[in-house]
């Protein structure tokens, strides 16, 4: 398995999520949580919300406006 980490040099990045060790990747590997789903206990929203995209006025915020936006999903290509 690859694990592509584009955020080796981001300070902040091992606190979004809680109860996986830190630092996440060590000497290259990543540690494979043994608990469900993605294997952490929380997202911290804080952590998220201090280092938003300019312009971005929160996080989770509704995307209702992707209902009907078209799209052009070609499963064929």
């Known amino acids: 398995m690859a694990l592509e980490y584009h955020?080796?040099?981001v300070d902040w990045w091992d606190d979004i999520v809680t109860g996986l060790?830190?630092?996440l990747v060590?000497?290259?590997?990543?540690t494979v949580p043994d608990k469900p789903g993605l294997g952490i206990d929380?997202?911290?929203d804080?952590?998220?919300s201090q280092h938003l995209q300019p312009g971005v006025?929160?996080?989770?915020?509704?995307?209702?406006?992707?209902?009907?936006?078209?799209?052009?999903?070609?499963?064929w290509s």
């Open 7 to 9: 955020s080796v040099e």
């Open 57 to 75: 006025t929160g996080i989770w915020q509704p995307t209702d406006h992707w209902d009907d936006e078209y799209s052009w999903d070609r499963t």
């Open 21 to 23: 060790p830190k630092p």
């Open 46 to 48: 804080e952590v998220i």
């Open 42 to 44: 929380d997202i911290v």
């Open 26 to 30: 060590k000497d290259g590997f990543i």
